[in-house]
């Protein structure tokens, strides 16, 4: 597809879904993405194995039509996911925060503000974080976010815009966003960092749902080197219209020996973290990339 055809593409399309009404978006969307996930097979099969890993419990393999009712509900929330984004810049404040809340672990947020040395929320592909991101900035606390860079330069200008007008501060993945996130950990902000797949291939190898996988180390590597609090989070979709997050109390991230060893140490402090959390939910763990040897 032409480059100015595709930009006008997602345009449209991010139109469209932001003047929709609420949960026509939602309902028109999923239907196509579970419609799409059953033509994908490489997509299909990704998550599949994606979703076995976080049903698995003791190494005891799920029930495989379990996991196909896992995979179904997956590509539904997939869609879900993309019609809720595109109405973020569309929607109040007032019904941002009427329909999120922090259901778990606000008290850890708080804490790390008043120490005054930043904060670093490491977040999986989970439900919607930017509802999250977007309800932080209505509590005064604000978020910056590091973003692979989309080509043509154009679209990406034009989804860093839609970000930032929800309170999301967009940078691109680039030499310079370390940067730009130790000055932001220095003002006492907050840094959030999708952290479940290793885009750059530079990540550190620890161990996630019982294999050992990459992880990145931006967040490991950022609280040793400045102090910040780190801790987890994810965000949450549904019941209905609602979205909730849960935030894990502080991972521990202390020098105690050599740089390589302490970052892989939290690393993996940050892995175990992210796992309760998809746990949690694992339809809603939008990863549709290989994360594990089939």
């Given at each position: ?132 991101g977007s309800f932080l900035d209505s509590i005064g606390l604000g978020m ?16 860093k815009a839609k970000r930032e007008s929800i309170g999301i501060r967009i ?124």
């Amino acid at each position: 597809m032409a480059t100015k055809a595709r930009v006008a593409l997602y345009k449209t399309l991010g139109t469209v879904l932001e003047r929709l009404p609420e949960r026509v978006d939602v309902a028109m969307v999923s239907r196509i993405a579970k419609t799409v996930g059953k033509r994908s097979h490489g997509a299909r099969a990704n998550l599949r194995l994606n979703i076995e890993h976080a049903l698995g419990v003791y190494g005891a393999a799920p029930d495989g039509q379990l996991v196909e009712r896992f995979v179904e509900r997956g590509f539904a929330s997939y869609g879900r996911y993309w019609a809720e984004g595109a109405k973020l810049p569309a929607l109040r404040k007032s019904t941002i925060t009427k329909h999120f809340q922090i259901a778990e672990g606000l008290e850890h947020l708080e804490d790390a503000k008043s120490r005054g040395k930043g904060i670093i929320i490491a977040l999986p592909h989970i439900g919607s974080w930017e509802w999250g991101g977007s309800f932080l900035d209505s509590i005064g606390l604000g978020m910056t976010a590091v973003a692979e860079e989309l080509e043509p330069a154009e679209l990406f200008a034009w989804f860093k815009a839609k970000r930032e007008s929800i309170g999301i501060r967009i940078e691109p993945l680039n030499d310079h966003a370390g940067t730009v996130l130790l000055h932001t950990l220095n003002d006492n902000g907050v840094v959030g960092l999708l952290c479940d797949r290793d885009l750059q291939e530079n990540g550190i190898e620890v161990e996630f749902f019982g294999e050992m996988v990459r992880i990145p180390a931006g967040p490991a590597t950022l609280a040793l080197r400045t102090g910040a609090t780190l801790v987890a989070a994810a965000c949450y979709s549904g019941p209905g219209r609602e979205h909730f997050a849960v935030v894990t109390p502080p991972i521990l991230a202390q020098r105690e020996g050599r740089l390589r060893e302490d970052v892989t140490r939290v690393t993996q402090g940050v892995a175990v973290a992210l796992e309760g959390l998809i746990r949690r939910a694992p339809e809603q763990w939008h990863v549709l990339q290989p994360r594990f040897a089939p």
